[in-house]
């Protein structure tokens, strides 16, 4: 009984090796548009972008546009079909940030993971990070979640009316900001 352990241990290493070091770099859709893509960074309510040279997860935007990342963190844990190690979703117009079930939290270049649990604990994490934040702070999360990974997530806070897509400057161009209606 133990050596089959052992090797269904093996067999689930070497597979999520596989999906780390062969997986090839995800490219935006040849058919969507630069208002899918644009739309589609709305939609998420921040931009992601994945850094290797600093080992960084970075997700730009409004206070109010970051916290949806933990609601996209807590759709995905209730979601029966992510219950299994293994599991994964991609999101963002790119489907480059994925979020995946893995037996210990972790950040990589392929995904950010961890248990249901784990991952409910990420989510509370950036809420809790975010109750505070004031645009212009850049907020790091990396101990308190998976304090051996060598990669973490940056939370970069911007300003009220952010537009997630003015941060994609290399598909879209230069950052902008939409305006936001006043309150009177």
């Given at each position: 009984?133990?050596?089959?352990?052992?090797?269904?241990?093996?067999?689930?290493?070497?597979?999520?090796?596989?999906?780390?070091?062969?997986?090839?770099?995800?490219?935006?859709?040849?058919?969507?548009?630069?208002?899918?893509?644009?739309?589609?960074?709305?939609?998420?309510?921040?931009f992601?972008?994945?850094?290797?040279?600093?080992?960084?997860?970075?997700?730009?935007?409004?206070?109010?546009?970051?916290l949806?990342?933990?609601?996209?963190?807590?759709?995905?844990?209730?979601?029966?079909?992510?219950?299994?190690?293994?599991?994964?979703?991609?999101?963002?117009?790119?489907?480059?940030?994925?979020?995946?079930?893995?037996?210990?939290?972790?950040?990589?270049?392929?995904?950010?993971?961890?248990?249901?649990?784990?991952?409910?604990?990420?989510?509370?994490?950036?809420?809790?990070?975010?109750?505070?934040?004031?645009?212009?702070?850049?907020?790091?999360?990396?101990?308190?979640?998976a304090?051996?990974?060598?990669?973490?997530l940056?939370?970069?806070?911007?300003?009220?009316?952010?537009?997630?897509?003015?941060?994609?400057?290399?598909?879209?161009?230069?950052?902008?900001?939409?305006?936001?209606?006043?309150?009177?």
């Open positions: 009984m133990l050596a089959l352990a052992v090797i269904a241990l093996l067999i689930g290493g070497a597979y999520y090796l596989y999906r780390q070091n062969v997986a090839a770099p995800t490219q935006p859709h040849v058919d969507l548009t630069n208002e899918d893509i644009k739309r589609g960074w709305r939609e998420l309510g921040f992601c972008e994945l850094d290797d040279q600093n080992k960084t997860w970075t997700l730009t935007g409004s206070r109010a546009g970051l949806h990342f933990p609601d996209l963190l807590r759709g995905y844990i209730i979601d029966p079909a992510n219950a299994s190690d293994g599991a994964l979703k991609h999101f963002d117009p790119y489907g480059s940030l994925e979020i995946m079930t893995w037996p210990e939290a972790g950040l990589d270049a392929h995904a950010m993971r961890g248990s249901l649990d784990d991952l409910d604990r990420l989510a509370s994490l950036v809420e809790t990070q975010l109750t505070v934040a004031e645009p212009g702070v850049r907020l790091r999360i990396r101990e308190d979640y304090p051996g990974s060598l990669y973490a940056l939370l970069d806070v911007r300003a009220d009316g952010f537009d997630p897509a003015a941060a994609d400057r290399e598909r879209l161009g230069a950052t902008s900001e939409r305006e936001v209606p006043k309150k009177t």
